[in-house]
């Protein structure tokens, strides 16, 4: 008997993960399937999971809110929905512990026995503490970092927190400090809304970052002994981000025309907004790394996970490994929120595996052996046919014809954007050649092309695949064999520069995915054909979706974004086709219904 235990994190990045005898299965982010950016509820994909899977045990992620109670059974909606499927539904509580489902999603990805687990986050769930073990009156605040000192299976001992909210005193003790400053991912989240983009945007900052530098005119962000942002500079919002007070800085105040003008027009963007993206991203990353060195200070561990928003952050990444080459990193590749999901799927999972091991009369329970998460094509899978597609498009608009890679290769070297569809989609934020746009990465203009046809903002770089093999010969690898999950912003090596110049960033680097046959064949071997046509075995590889929506998860998806952009062909691998839709647009948009 196998026993399945489905996780959701309810709140933004809302995601389904179902375990299977401790082993990941499946993981959704809704918004791919309600076509909302952010969603949460994940109803639909806790649907679609639920077709094929049965459910044992349900657990319910998020930061410790209190859902609202459905009448006659008082359960929680996602508790009702999940049981009229399986009638013997058992839910299992997380309560306030937001970070112990990071922790858990980057220890159980990493492989390792034993590590000290960093999350760096916005915020978490809201803790009781107390200044003192004589204390009588106890303060409320939230988690914003964590260590954890973990070992497998399953043990997670937080031996150090950091907590803020918007008004409480400041309290240092051995295992904790709390105070109302700014932490440092409501530091980013700040510069970010200034900027525009809104706190969550905070790769759009990211971005922009490298067009900066030291700027005397900007003040320290962070102070320098506790770590805790500048409360001259910032206005801390809990549980929101942060807001830069602009009065007492005149030279942060946007003079250049309306604040949001430059995202589309480089001309108006002030050295301001550009330098103090560059001192958000210097300081933040000088300050996690700090942590990192507390956590091996602590714990003696030199395994490290990272997860968290901050754990997103490719520049940072890159920077641990220049920075601390004597340790063994690992970064969650979905440290955003919706990664609790697996972290608790996984979490419960090997719980319960443990206990059916037990009732069946082993004496010792054989736990899988813990193994590096190894693919992020953990999405749903759909079934599809040449004759259904063909019934269900405007074939005086849209034409379908047989193809090889070595045509879709040219066809990109020819400075062609491509899309390509095929298999399961990937977890997480970053598009791996299942659900990804395609382009020539030696194209000097390609950036602003692909920019233009996306409806990004211009200063917005780009990521390349690369076949595996070849990575150290390019990129600076700083110890790395490969980096599957495109999670570091790389420099390249010197006798390469310039030579891909749609993907190499205004700093010189590079986000990579590496990727073999083993890994993904129709993707690899695609790359390869670019390789044998260009001598550049990397193509240009973004999200295939249009700015401000999600990844594209259907077929369905993929053929309306043909329809409403200037997306002209897309790649379907696993027919041997390609779909091309000429410059005249429809204004209808046909809907081909999943299959």
Sequence with gaps: MTWNVMAINPGHNGSVALTVDGILEYYIEEERMSRSKYDGNPFRGMLHIMKDHHVDFLVICGTGQEEHRLPWTGESSYEALVRKFNPNLKTLKVGNEHHLGHAAATFYGSGFESAACIIVDGCGSRHTLKASDNEEMSLQALETESIYLASYPGDFDPIFKRYGDNQVPRVCRPDFEVDSAVTTVKAYEGVSDYLGFGFIEAGK?????????????????????????????????????????????????????????????????????????????????????????????????????????????????YYYKERFPEL???????????GTAIGYAKYFGLQKFADNAKENGDEEVEYPIPERLDTLYLGAEYNYTLDYLKAHIDSELIEVTDTTPTEVAQLIKDRNIVSIFQGRAEAGPRALGNRSILYDPTDPNGKDFVNRVKGREWFRPFAGSMLQEHAAEWFQMRGLDETPHMMYAMEMQDKHIGEIPAVTHVDGTCRIQTVTKEQNENYYNLINEFYKLSGVPLLFNTSFNLAGHPLVETLDDAIQTLYTSQLEYMYLPELGKLVFLGNEKSIFVPSIQNV
Excluded at 286 to 301: N, Q, R
Excluded at 328 to 338: A, K, L, Q, R, T
């Design 205 to 317: 900052t990211m971005g922009l970052a490298p067009y900066g530098r030291q700027d005397d005119k900007i003040p320290d962000l962070f102070y320098r002994d506790t770590k805790r942002g500048d409360k001259n500079v910032f206005i801390p919002a809990y549980p929101m981000g942060s807001y830069i007070d602009k009065e007492r800085f005149p030279y942060l105040s946007h003079s250049n025309g309306q604040p949001n003008e430059w995202h589309k027009n480089p001309a108006k963007i002030t050295d301001a907004q550009k330098n103090i993206a560059w001192k958000v991203q210097q300081e933040t990353q000088e300050y996690v790394g700090d942590l990192i060195e507390k956590a091996v200070d602590m714990t003696g561990e030199d395994n490290i996970c990272i997860s968290g928003g901050y754990g997103l952050n490719v520049v940072a990444n």
């Design 328 to 338: 063994n990193i690992y970064v969650d590749p979905i440290s955003h929120d919706g």
